[in-house]
């Protein structure tokens, strides 16, 4: 099968909360586990992608933050989550100053187009966790992205949320982004006891079609325990239900591009 270029995906919502880390850190271990080359870009100051892939944020050095800058190489940037099975761009508190100090930068909402420009060669995928906000550096993965991948739990408030994402996308595809697409909505910490979850996860569908994944990631503890000990979930506990929804996901993604899955023997 033909070998397609490598996909950059922004993971965004600026809800907080709502699985966007545990989504860009899974789906990079169960993308490199179907043989994957995967680039990890951590764009949250809170660094929780990083710490989840079992890299250390306080001592990363350099981070996003020097690499959005300019003061350093994104090549030099990158450390491997050993366990996961791909690269890592790590971020700490460090970036929650990038805002200002990008200010008088040239182009400043290509700077993370332009760096990983540099090394998305070396990728099938890179997966950009963005923080809860639409900030500059959230323009920054959006304006880099071929498109959104967008976690949203089913409950009341979920389409409302949207609504601010759907128009920020839109701003940037008329204004950076040409070709900027929604990837997919994924249902996430799905309790298919709940009748609102039920109700919201059946409108979703009805409403966005095939932009929603079929698969639907379950609330499951060890999903939430599992950066407590610098693991992927689809590593910490394989058999579980949450690693399972996110292996399914991972295999739904390489379907829609074509891409024959092969698991890694390891
Ligand atoms: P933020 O907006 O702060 O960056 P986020 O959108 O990245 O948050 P996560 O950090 O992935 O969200 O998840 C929020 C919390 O919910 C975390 O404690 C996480 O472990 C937990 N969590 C995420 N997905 C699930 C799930 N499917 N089942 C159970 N717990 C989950
Ligand atoms: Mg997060």
Sequence with gaps: MEKLMSRILAIAN??????????????????????????????????????????????????????????ADIHSSRLRSQRGGFDV????????GSEIDMVDIESREYRLKTELGRVAQEYDFVLVDCAPTLN??????????????????????????LTDLVATIKKVKARLNPGIEIEGLLRVMYDPRSTLAQQ?????KSHF?????????????????APSHGLPGVIYDPSSKGAQAYVALAREVLQRYGIAAGAMAE
């Design 14 to 71: 600026q809800k907080g909360g709502v699985g966007k880390t545990t989504t860009a850190v899974n789906l990079a271990c169960a993308l490199a586990q179907q043989g994957q080359r995967v680039l990890l870009v951590d764009l949250d100051p809170q660094g929780n992608a990083t710490m989840g892939a079992g890299v250390e944020k306080r001592t990363a050095m350099p981070t996003a933050y020097q690499v959005l800058l300019g003061q």
């Design 89 to 96: 761009v790590p971020a700490n508190r460090e970036l929650s």
């Design 136 to 161: 500059l550096l959230t323009v920054n993965a959006l304006a880099a992205a071929h498109a959104v991948l967008i976690p949203m739990q089913c409950e009341y408030y979920a389409l409302e949320g």
């Design 200 to 204: 919201v996860a059946s409108e979703l």
């Design 209 to 225: 079609g095939d932009k929603v994944f079929d698969t639907v990631i379950p609330r499951n503890v060890r999903l939430a325990e």
